[in-house]
């Protein structure tokens, strides 16, 4: 199982940015999947919004700006960021593994991509 996310960049507060995370090894329909962001100076990842067969799940610092969206075809996980503040700065890790939960924690997830900058700034 591996995980790749693409799609950060700069944008500015209020602004929207779409990151995708493209699996490879297994389908999506069996992967539990999260997202993490790292802010400057810190090793802790924090949880951003995490997909399973429990359900979606999102942090209240993101909840009704950050949603989700699958395409099974390409086997990637969107996450959809909207009305963007720059304490959204950071970097955005994709973390998948097997399983059937919606999991929360960093430690987990088995597989991680390489992360991805996101900079909300004017």
């Known amino acids: 199982l591996e995980v790749a996310e693409s799609g950060g960049g700069l944008v500015q507060p209020g602004g929207s940015l779409k990151l995708s995370c493209q699996a490879s090894?297994?389908?999506?329909?069996?992967?539990?999947i999260g997202w993490f962001r790292q802010v400057p100076g810190k090793e802790h990842k924090e949880l951003v919004c995490a997909a399973g067969k429990d359900g979606p799940f999102c942090g209240e610092s993101v909840k009704g700006r950050f949603t989700m969206s699958s395409d099974t075809a390409k086997n990637t996980l969107t996450l959809e960021m909207s009305s963007l503040i720059p304490a959204d700065t950071g970097v955005y890790f994709c973390?998948?593994?097997?399983?059937?939960?919606?999991?929360?924690?960093?430690?987990?997830?088995?597989?991680w991509g390489q992360g991805t900058q996101v900079t909300v700034s004017s």
């Open positions: 090894g297994v389908t999506l329909e069996h992967l539990s």
């Open positions: 973390a998948a593994r097997v399983g059937t939960g919606t999991f929360r924690y960093a430690d987990e997830y088995r597989s």
